[in-house]
């Protein structure tokens, strides 16, 4: 039992040290920092970030820790989400998938170490995000009484069960067919909207994973009590940026009165959690490959005299054909290959979807398709990803960089991403032509344009396919899909196809800074190993 659990010990623990070790792991922690600080405003600030008809709790530990707990597991949820979705996956890409297999670890413990290794990082991410609202707490001065017990019952109530949900769809979305990819983060973002709407809009719902409303209902409630305007307000307690003019009103709020029925929801979804963690573990393929699923062995036939086995004999005759030197390498065969091998990986049913979506934009009248106008440019997604990241993802980058020009392949690359948009939108852009509408097109082109770039610039910069997907994702669900202002790039809602250009041309610059300052780099570490190479032949001489 013991070494059981050593195993155990070991393997969360690497894992965790793998994280803590990752830069995304220290964007968190100041995307972290920065939210506390900036939801416990201070009252000359001017906004609020939990908006109760204009009036707030005192900050004590009772409503920061009540903030925290809401706060964190909605939008911890979100980004927590794209840094440790992809724990399986780096250990297939990294071929460190097959050592694994060959071990007597069995699936249920590796995936199961994974789910609690994640956990971990979770809950440290909370730990110090409650040790900022602490501080805040003392910052602000409105009550200077840590009252630790307000901070510790809604994270063992709230917080540590939902993490542990978040933590089990981690590895079910790295190891069950079909969502290991963008398609997995779209479906994601979804579950995450559908979850929010159902924690703010349905209360008492037994579906509030996040646990919002057990402690957005009490907040309410108490504020009633003391303000009879709210009784008539529509406000039921929402989160975002609310500008206030002068000092909000204020009343003292005690916290959750927690009942036994609350407790046991909470543990229904801590079950729930070990119920995906199986469920993965049953689904898991142990890096099984189709390749490796066939035989690779290559049947040895043995002479009478000899004993060493002898090499089978091919009958077939190859020919090769020539090789031909070029002075220069030309832009469009290099802009043709790109969108050869960004095109590769996509199904027939991709391509049916897109032409479909295009024979539908040429036929059906603009004032009624408006609303799934932005699906459009949500085919490409996966495609836009690979930008600037494939390299780095194959380990091809040497390859390249012996083979093409850089600047050459990132101009090919950054014009196949456009040629994309364009082939997809195309129907969109033919009927804004045949109805006149040219201001429509040159506003559509601006967003066809910018949403590669904006791949080609995170993908640089990254190296990683996540950070641009969930970054666009966001941008797209709160601009062409919610229209909020300078947010829509399609110009569905309104015109900012000005602001975008030039959003485009900086993406643009920063790059190519950023690819040029990755070749550079590339090719001086070439230029130290065949040093070093050279260097140490000289010595065994």
């Known amino acids: ?146 009252q630790i017990l307000d901070y510790a019952q809604p994270f063992l109530f709230i917080v540590m069960p939902s993490l542990l949900v978040l933590a089990a769809l981690t590895v079910f979305f790295d190891v069950f067919p079909g969502l290991k990819g963008v398609v997995g983060n779209i479906i994601f973002f979804g579950l995450w909207v559908f979850f929010s709407v159902i924690s703010i809009a349905v209360p008492n719902s037994f579906l509030d994973v996040f646990g919002l409303d057990m402690i957005r209902t009490d907040m309410v409630q108490e504020a009633s009590l003391q303000y009879d305007f709210l009784n008539n307000s529509q406000e039921g307690g929402s989160f975002g940026y609310y500008p206030v003019e002068g000092a909000s009103p204020t009343f003292e709020w005690h916290g959750v009165d927690w009942e036994p029925g609350m407790l046991v929801q909470r543990l229904i979804w801590t079950g729930i959690a070990l119920v995906i963690i199986l469920l993965s573990a049953l689904v898991f393929n142990r890096f099984k490959t189709p390749q490796s699923r066939r035989t690779s062995v290559i049947p040895l036939s043995y002479e009478s005299r000899k004993k060493a086995p002898a090499q089978p004999g091919w009958k077939e005759d190859f020919s090769l054909s020539p090789v031909q030197k070029e002075k220069g390498i030309r832009l469009m065969r290099l802009i043709r290959a790109e969108l050869v091998v960004m095109l590769k990986g996509s199904s027939i049913w991709w391509y049916l979807l897109v032409l479909g979506s295009i024979v539908s934009s040429l036929l059906i009248p603009l004032d009624k398709m408006q609303s799934w106008l932005p699906l459009l440019m949500l085919w490409p997604i996966a495609i836009w990803s690979q930008m600037g990241t494939r390299e780095k993802y194959y380990f091809t980058r040497d390859m390249i960089l012996s083979s093409c020009p850089p600047l050459k392949r990132f101009f090919a690359v950054w014009v196949s991403g456009i040629v994309v948009a364009v082939l997809i939108s195309s129907g969109v852009l033919i009927h804004f032509a045949m109805d006149g509408k040219w201001e429509a097109v040159m506003t559509w082109m601006a967003g066809a344009i910018f949403a590669p770039t904006l791949a080609m610039t995170l993908g640089t910069l990254s190296g990683t396919r996540k950070m641009f997907e969930v970054v666009y994702i966001l941008w797209w669900y709160m601009g062409p899909v919610n229209s909020l202002p300078y947010l829509d790039f399609l110009g569905i809602s309104a015109n900012h196809s000005t602001v975008y250009l030039i959003v485009t041309c900086i993406l643009f610059v920063a790059a190519l800074a950023g690819q040029q300052i990755a070749t550079g780099a590339a090719a001086f570490g070439s230029f130290q190993k065949s040093r070093s190479k050279q260097h140490y032949k000289g010595g065994v001489s």
């Open 1 to 146: 039992m013991m070494n059981v659990w050593h195993i155990y010990g070991c393997l969360i623990r690497n894992n965790l040290i793998k994280q803590m070790r990752s830069y995304s792991f220290l964007i968190v922690v100041l995307l972290t920092l920065f939210l506390g600080y900036a939801c416990v405003p201070s009252p000359a600030s001017g906004y609020q970030v939990f908006y109760i008809g204009g009036v707030r709790g005192v900050y004590n530990s009772a409503w920061l820790g009540g903030m925290v707990t809401m706060l964190s597991t909605l939008l911890l949820w979100l980004f927590a989400f794209f840094m440790l979705r992809s724990q399986v996956s780096e250990d297939e890409r990294r071929k460190v998938g097959q050592v694994i297999a060959s071990t007597p670890v069995s699936n249920f413990r590796y995936i199961a170490s994974k789910a609690i290794s994640n956990y971990v990082v979770l809950l440290v991410i909370e730990l110090i995000l409650f040790l900022a609202f602490m501080a805040m707490q003392l910052i602000r001065g409105e009550d200077y009484q840590l």
